[in-house]
């Protein structure tokens, strides 16, 4: 699967979760489980269901009880999200595995999973944008506003598409190399966070 193709899995994850717009829906993955692309649609699933926790939880006459809970399930989304980063980097690194790298061949500053991670968000950020720029409730100069950011948005896809392509084929040709950090957040584990570990 080339990243080109990423764009397009990610704007019809967006599209199927809006057509029930319910962080409470399972995601119904129509791909082969283990699959690049299965994993793709999960990680993008991920990312838009808590998308809109993001949105409910601000919402100012929210209960605070209620606030706690998608603030616990958002944390674990969080988690789910770097597991499922760390998963697909793992599957590129064992891609590549037997790629004998060039002897200046260097480093990325980040991994291709990570990038990729982005991409997703950017799916979301144009998604949403190109719904404010549509809207015939708003003003003159939101409408143009959105329309100016949602061309920012599109270039900038344009742009890290290109730039995961380049990086996947550098590793692939043994210009650059990859490797496997963990992103280690402490604040979930109950061995790494003094306020969970204190108190048992």
């Not at 080339?2 to 809006?18: R, W």
């Not at 939880?57 to 944390?75: G, M, Q, W």
């Not at 980097?89 to 064992?94: C, G, K, Q, V």
């Not at 496997?180 to 604040?187: A, D, E, F, I, S």
Request: net charge negative; glycine share 2%; aromatic share 10%.
């Amino acid at each position: 699967m080339k990243p080109e193709q990423f764009n397009g899995l990610f704007d019809a994850v967006v599209e199927e979760y809006h057509r029930w717009d319910d962080v409470d829906r399972a995601c119904a993955n129509p791909y082969a489980p283990g699959s690049l692309e299965f994993l793709l649609y999960a990680k993008n699933w991920i990312d838009t269901v808590q998308w809109h926790l993001e949105d409910i939880i601000r919402n100012p006459d929210i209960d605070p009880a209620e606030a706690l809970v998608i603030k616990r399930r958002i944390d674990k989304s969080n988690q789910d999200r770097t597991d499922m980063v760390e998963y697909i980097d793992s599957m590129y690194y064992s891609m590549f595995k037997d790629v004998k790298t060039l002897p200046d061949a260097g480093i990325n500053t980040e991994t291709p999973a990570w990038a990729i991670d982005r991409l997703s968000i950017l799916a979301l950020k144009i998604y949403h944008m190109r719904i404010e720029s549509l809207r015939t409730d708003a003003t003159d100069g939101h409408i143009a506003k959105c329309r100016e950011k949602l061309s920012v948005l599109l270039q900038q896809r344009k742009d890290l598409t290109s730039a995961i392509t380049e990086l996947l084929d550098d590793i692939a040709a043994g210009r650059k190399y990859m490797k496997l950090y963990r992103q280690m957040k402490m604040y979930n584990d109950p061995e790494l966070n003094p306020v969970l570990y204190q108190k048992s």
